[in-house]
């Protein structure tokens, strides 16, 4: 199956600077919204920003250490619906820089320091869809 990689004009860098707002989780899906902050000269007022639908693990590093979440297994799996929970750790956090891993996958960085790491499937099925700035992309393993 061919990959829907994420293009390299994507404007992933209007990410740096949003905050979480919403973390909305669903049998099968996570869903994580942003708002951004206003540019300067303009009234102090939010915008809507990004916003990131995960179907397939994301895991989650602090200075604990890492926690995989897969919306995947929700249905069937207790403890993984208890680690979808830790996801409400995101709630009011910047984003201060975004990383292309290999494989087309993300690792969201907060300014706290969490990591928020988007992982796409190995046998190649849409694993998140991004909405930044206005554009929308599905993503896929490469």
Same mark, same amino acid.
């Given at each position: 199956?061919?990959?829907?990689?994420?293009? /390299?004009?994507?404007? =992933?860098?209007?990410?740096?600077?949003?905050? +979480?707002?919403?973390?909305?989780?669903?049998? #099968?899906?996570?869903?994580?919204?942003?708002? @951004?902050?206003? $540019?300067? !000269?303009?009234?102090?007022?939010?915008?809507? !920003? #990004?916003?990131?639908?995960?179907?397939? #693990? =994301?895991?989650?590093?602090?200075? @604990?250490?890492? +926690?995989? &979440?897969?919306?995947?297994?929700?249905? =069937?799996?207790?403890? $993984? @619906?208890?680690? !979808?929970? /830790?996801? +409400?750790?995101?709630?009011?956090?910047?984003? %201060?820089? &975004? &990383?292309?891993?290999? @494989?087309?996958?993300?690792?969201?960085?907060?300014?706290?320091?969490?990591?928020?790491?988007?992982? *796409?499937?190995? /046998?190649?099925?849409?694993?998140?869809? /991004?909405?930044? !700035?206005?554009?929308?992309? *599905? &993503?896929?393993? %490469?």
């Amino acid at each position: 199956m061919p990959g829907w990689p994420i293009p /390299l004009d994507y404007p =992933l860098d209007q990410l740096v600077g949003q905050e +979480v707002t919403q973390v909305c989780i669903r049998l #099968a899906e996570v869903q994580i919204d942003f708002f @951004r902050q206003p $540019q300067s !000269g303009t009234p102090d007022t939010w915008k809507p !920003g #990004a916003r990131i639908d995960v179907e397939v #693990a =994301l895991t989650i590093e602090d200075d @604990r250490g890492c +926690v995989r &979440v897969d919306p995947q297994q929700f249905v =069937l799996n207790e403890a $993984q @619906r208890s680690n !979808g929970g /830790l996801l +409400v750790k995101l709630l009011g956090k910047k984003v %201060a820089e &975004v &990383v292309r891993e290999p @494989r087309n996958e993300l690792r969201v960085v907060f300014s706290d320091g969490i990591s928020l790491f988007l992982h *796409t499937d190995p /046998l190649g099925f849409e694993s998140f869809h /991004l909405s930044i !700035g206005g554009e929308s992309i *599905t &993503v896929t393993g %490469a």
